[in-house]
T-cell receptor
């Protein structure tokens, strides 16, 4: 596996503001993803973070609301923009490591509360 | 129809018994299957991966895959109270690298 550092671990934000979440991995990775997990729900993929190019967003998620950067192989950020209480959720970074296996691992998550 | 389906539970099992969790998926071309354990307030932790038909054992865990029936299961032998968690089934679809998760099965192991 790898050490995946995600920060902040939690935050309470005012509506209308933005929060940027960082994900740093200590190993070479092939894929990086961002997920959302709403209270009592399973994981929903927001987007695939592509190195050096625009992220690939899933249906229902748009770049203006969730801009993503991935300047290199081991680092990515997700911004939650113009937040509303409906954005209160856990946001998770996930990586697939370089190598023969295709297993995905998760960061510790960011618990976001919008008030 | 959901792409990956699990019984939400809770699945209540006595300590020492076998817990049996099931998962079905809709994409017949899927090649990779995973089980994650998630404790309340924590992120998912990978416990098993399986790529070919049959059984795969790792300690007290056994994953079973049947691609013809589009079915993957997880058995937890000698269940312990520390196994109480939500278990997520994840499937990597044939096209692309993204994982699709089931809704999760909550397991409660009672002493």
């Amino acid at each position: 596996s790898a050490v995946i550092s995600q920060k902040p671990s939690r935050d309470i934000c005012q509506r209308g503001t933005s929060l940027t979440i960082q994900c740093q991995v200590d190993s070479q990775v092939t894929m990086m993803f961002w997920y959302r997990q709403q209270p009592g729900q399973s994981l929903t993929l927001i987007a695939t973070a592509n190195q050096g190019s625009e992220a690939t967003y899933e249906s229902g998620f748009v770049i203006d609301k969730f801009p993503i950067s991935r300047p290199n192989l081991t680092f990515s950020t997700l911004t939650v923009s113009n937040m509303s209480p409906e954005d209160s959720s856990i946001y998770l970074c996930s990586v697939v490591l370089a190598g023969p296996n295709t297993e995905a691992f998760f960061g510790q998550g960011t618990r976001l509360t919008v008030v | 129809q959901k792409e990956v389906e699990q019984n939400s539970g809770p699945l209540s099992v006595p300590e020492g018994a076998i817990a049996s969790l099931n998962c079905t998926y809709s994409d017949r071309g899927s090649q990779s299957f995973f089980w994650y354990r998630q404790y309340s307030g924590k992120s998912p932790e990978l416990i098993m991966s399986i790529y070919s038909n049959g059984d795969k054992e790792d300690g007290r865990f056994t994953a079973q895959l049947n691609k013809a029936s589009q079915y993957v299961s997880l058995l937890i032998r000698d269940s312990q109270p520390s196994d109480s968690a939500t278990y997520l089934c994840a499937v990597r679809q044939a096209a692309g690298n993204k994982l699709t998760f089931g809704g999760g099965t909550r397991v409660l192991v009672k002493p």
